[in-house]
């Protein structure tokens, strides 16, 4: 078994319950744009980059007004408000990451949303000293799926990437870390705990709450 050097935290729905927050603001941009939301695409937007997101709408449905990127970034600003007023940090993560550090584990944060978003999460969440190294969107070419900035955490830290546990909640972070190859720890929404693309991780958890000291040992924790 590879021992485990390193922890790397997707964000959004794994650090800050902020998945509403973007379901929100894609209701609130691009109505106003006029774009007519399907079920079918938004059920598909989760852990996507804001960009992807907005240029698969307005594929679905063009409209004038706003470019890509202004869309792009009145989302990310109504996610950074919500943030603002209602973010909270997930429950168990910060009894984690205080054993992390106590362990003295170097964890990293690897996201597809940008770096101003990512700074008024870690802010709010006054959970910044616990991370060693900060990856999102602007660092790599290609976000989540592909494994790039997987791997960019790992290299900050200086662990190698199959010595690395990550936890994600998303298929889209799930495949990428592994891609990275990775262990993954997932954290899937409610709605979609039982779907098959979970099965590739090591452990599937409802909340970290959920984690016993028999988890860290068959993660590959030394002695813990």
């Avoid at 902020?18 to 938004?42: C, M, N």
């Avoid at 409209?63 to 909270?88: F, K, S």
Wanted: aromatic share 8%; with cysteine; glycine share 6%.
């Amino acid at each position: 078994m590879q021992v485990v050097q390193a922890v790397i935290f997707d964000m959004d729905g794994v650090l800050i319950d902020s998945e509403p927050y973007w379901a929100e603001a894609e209701q609130h941009v691009f109505r106003q744009l006029g774009v007519k939301l399907d079920p079918a695409i938004t059920s598909q937007t989760s852990g996507m980059t804001t960009r992807a997101v907005t240029e698969l709408w307005f594929k679905h449905s063009p409209w004038q007004g706003l470019t890509i990127e202004q869309t792009e970034q009145a989302v990310i600003d109504y996610v950074a408000l919500a943030v603002l007023e209602r973010g909270v940090v997930k429950k168990g993560v910060l009894e984690l990451l205080q054993q992390l550090q106590s362990w003295q584990i170097p964890v990293a944060l690897a996201t597809n949303s940008p770096g101003s978003l990512m700074n008024t999460v870690l802010d709010k969440l006054q959970i910044r000293p616990y991370f060693q190294a900060l990856c999102s969107i602007e660092l790599v070419t290609q976000g989540k799926p592909k494994p790039e900035i997987y791997h960019l955490a790992a290299s900050k830290l200086g662990v190698a990437s199959e010595h690395c546990l990550v936890f994600e909640d998303s298929v889209t972070g799930l495949t990428a870390a592994k891609a990275a190859g990775m262990k993954v720890v997932a954290l899937p929404a409610e709605h979609h705990w039982h779907r098959a693309e979970y099965d590739q991780a090591e452990s599937r958890l409802k909340c970290f709450s959920d984690i016993q000291p028999e988890h860290f040992r068959a993660w590959g924790f030394e002695q813990k």
